[in-house]
């Protein structure tokens, strides 16, 4: 509604201008139509339908140099409301004038490709932002983003890697986050598939450019632990799995079951278990202590349970530790505890694994770009993480 309020004051002021400038009576008589459409649309608005309100200005508005950025906004704003044929028809009109400046052209090009991706007509949008690019100009690094978008849909990762060096050839952009993150997820997604298929030398390569543009990306790491796992190579596999624990120990829980693998096959279970009680201590890993808890005498288990939920309060560790702690009550109590116990347990199983930082959108598996907001690395698991969030607000 803002931008629409904002339009009205720019079409209002030129229009005013237009109908107090000293003309000739015969311009002022064909200009009484369009303010005439001008007050139509200014009725439609205050009376709430600005759909209307919309077409009636573009009717008042004849297209030329002076109010074509007007037509430009009017268009965007169609487009945002939805109407994305309408949209469309707008600025396909203004792409027709003839002797267009190349920077407005592109502009409207910019447009129309968002039309075409609203309506999902890709092949369109990809065929105007190509012609945008080729011709340079500043317009070319929004071509680029739209590219990237259109890319990232239709899973062609080698364009959109190669469209984010572009654009990240910018100065502006060049440690841009967001797109070193994405540019790196392309080139994991490259690798898991190459991975699957056995391919390991060109996985590996495209895991290693991951890291040219995210040098802590986590996805990179975990795939490159399981390739030198499937090879083999324990000890590298170990190396990449720990670097993940470094840079985000919030995913320690994807870590354990592979870390655990590999130190049994080197002969190294007391080394893991170590290992364990330093993710419990240092990162408060709920899922580190139940897997220590399975190693452990009932004793020791319950204690450090306790211990852990001290400072660490998880639904997890807690129904383990009265799970232990029934095994010492009177044999008739615990047996209708446990019965109730166990319907509890099943339920917490059931319950939704990984959450995402950004829409809060909750899943059973975890998923690198978040199928709600489709962004990259905001999908996090929810026991790590609310054990930390509940870690750090005690700290503080
Ligand atoms: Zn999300």
């Excluded at 608005?45 to 919309?54: K, M, R, T």
């Excluded at 890319?151 to 190669?162: C, F, G, R």
């Amino acid at each position: 509604m803002f931008y629409l309020q904002l339009l009205i004051a720019t079409i209002a002021g030129w229009l005013l201008a237009r109908l107090g400038s000293s003309k000739p009576a015969r311009v002022k008589a064909s200009n009484s139509g369009s303010s005439q459409d001008y007050f139509v649309g200014l009725n439609y608005l205050l009376n709430d339908e600005p759909d209307e309100a919309i077409d009636a200005f573009i009717t008042a508005l004849e297209i030329n140099s002076q109010t074509i950025e007007s037509h430009l906004a009017l268009g965007a704003l169609l487009r945002r409301r939805g109407k994305v044929d309408k949209a469309i028809n707008v600025h396909q009109a203004l792409l027709a004038r003839p002797n267009l400046e190349r920077d407005l052209s592109n502009l409207i090009r910019l447009q129309l490709a968002l039309n075409y991706i609203a309506a999902g007509m890709l092949d369109r949008a990809e065929r105007l932002l190509k012609e945008v690019l080729n011709e340079g100009g500043d317009a070319k690094w929004d071509a680029l983003r739209q590219l990237i978008t259109i890319y990232q849909t239709e899973k062609e990762w080698e364009n959109a890697i190669a469209c984010s060096s572009q654009l990240l050839k910018n100065v502006r952009f060049t440690k841009d986050p967001i797109l070193l993150g994405a540019a790196a997820h392309y080139c994991c997604e490259m690798a898991e598939q190459y991975h699957h298929n056995n391919q390991s030398t060109q996985a590996r390569a495209k895991i290693k450019r991951a890291f040219t543009f995210q040098r802590k990306s986590i996805r990179a790491m975990l795939l490159l632990a399981d390739i030198e796992q499937r090879e083999g190579n324990y000890k590298a596999a170990i190396k990449e799995l720990l670097r993940v624990r470094a840079a985000k120990p919030v995913f320690i829980s994807q870590l354990l079951e592979p870390l655990e693998f590999c130190h049994v096959r080197l002969g190294s279970r007391a080394e893991f278990e170590i290992l364990l009680r330093e993710m419990v201590l240092e990162d408060s890993s709920t899922e580190a202590a139940l897997m220590l808890v399975k190693a452990s005498d009932s004793v020791e288990a319950i204690a450090l349970l306790r211990e852990h939920l001290e400072h660490s309060p998880s639904q997890k560790a807690l129904l383990e530790l009265l799970g232990l702690q029934l095994q010492a009550v009177d044999e008739n109590v615990a047996s209708s505890l446990e019965s109730l116990l166990n319907r509890v347990k099943q339920q917490a199983k059931g319950s939704l694994e990984y959450c995402c930082h950004h829409c809060g959108f909750e899943t059973k598996n975890l998923f690198w770009m978040c199928p709600s907001c489709k962004q990259w690395d905001n999908c996090q698991p929810i026991g790590e993480l609310s054990n930390r969030q509940v870690s750090s607000a005690s700290k503080q």
